[in-house]
């Protein structure tokens, strides 16, 4: 059984920084994608970042480029989202995501190609 359970989130007044982990268990593959996303109130899911869990590579979504940072614990199944200058937009339900994925390029911040999900955690950040 797949689990992905998200902890970190709280509230933040702008300018500040919060860490997001998510804990992966059972999940089989050995090459996978882990990505972050964030749904805020009345708003579509979207993708913020991903990683490769092949050769690290990571793509981040033009809004948080230069002030989110994706990284992996690969020895402990644990994905980390350092989110800093936080900004009140960022302010949404931050999920962890995972796919199967073979071969060269970049991971998809295509929500419909995640197999599994965890329940999320939220950040508030006020001005």
């Known amino acids: 059984q797949v689990q992905l359970v998200e902890s970190g989130g709280g509230s933040v007044q702008a300018g500040g920084s919060l860490r997001l982990s998510c804990a992966a268990s059972g999940y089989t593959s050995s090459s996978y994608c882990m990505a972050w996303f964030r749904q805020a109130p009345g708003k579509e899911r979207e993708g913020v970042a991903t990683i490769y869990r092949r050769d690290g590579n990571t793509y981040y979504a033009d809004s948080v480029k230069g002030r989110f940072t994706i990284s992996q614990d690969s020895a402990k199944n644990t994905l980390f989202l350092q989110m800093n200058s936080l900004k009140p937009e960022d302010t949404a339900m931050y999920y962890c995501?995972?796919?199967?994925?073979?071969?060269?390029?970049?991971?998809?911040?295509?929500?419909?190609?995640?197999?599994?999900w965890g329940q999320g955690t939220q950040v508030t950040v006020s001005s």
């Open positions: 995501a995972v796919y199967a994925r073979y071969g060269g390029g970049w991971c998809s911040l295509f929500e419909s190609a995640y197999e599994y």
